[in-house]
């Protein structure tokens, strides 16, 4: 079935260091793509997203890039802090069934 | 003024009990969700209803009934509980569905962790 692969499932970066996740999804008719992301005991929230007329989009220490023809997409994290600490979900919609799918997330972890 | 509520935040029962969650989104957003969350994190959609009616139910057993009084409210009512029900359920809300990669956000909720013991 449609599904959404995310890599790595944890990630352990020096803070100041960039830090990428990567996506891949399997709906070739899927045109959007966001990511969101979960602190420790909170609710996972939109951080960025993009859309297939673009290949990257980036908002401030954060970018995303996309390769349609590959169907991968990737988020990354430049000059990373303590509060990057979270865990990341990439997600992909299936469009005949008017759902989104998510991946099965990023543990990130800054270390000191 | 939160956008998303859920209650109750904390539950803890025993197995064999029912026991409801309420959601209510003051956003205006049409569409409407459940997700699951197990212990590992992953972010499952249980339900969908767009203005009252269902469009996903993702072959989740019959034990969970969605319910949606208005589009504002959707509440989840769980039969029976089992020891593999728990988890973290977060309600959530976007604009309109994510048909034709609509690419609506998709508010969460603060999440509601069921404990069964």
Redesign the interface.
Known sequence: GENVEQHPSTLSVQEGDSAVIKCTYSDS????F?W?K?ELG?????II?I??NVGEKKDQRIAVTLNKTAKHFSLHITETQPEDSA?Y?CAA?I?R??????G??T?LHILP | DTAVSQTPKYLVTQMGNDKSIKCEQNLGHDTMYWYKQDS??????MF?YNNKEL??NETVPNRFSPKSPDKAHLNLHINSLELGDSAVY?CASSQE???????N??Y????SWLTVV
Do not use: H, M
Request: proline share 6%; no cysteine.
């Open positions: 008719a899927s045109n959007y966001p969101y979960q909170k609710r996972p929230q939109l997203d859309r297939s865990v979900f919609p469009n069934d008017d759902k989104i799918i998510f099965k997330g543990r | 590992k994190k992953f972010l499952k959609i969908s469009i996903i977060f569905g994510q048909g034709a990669g609509s690419g956000t998709i969460f909720g603060e999440g």
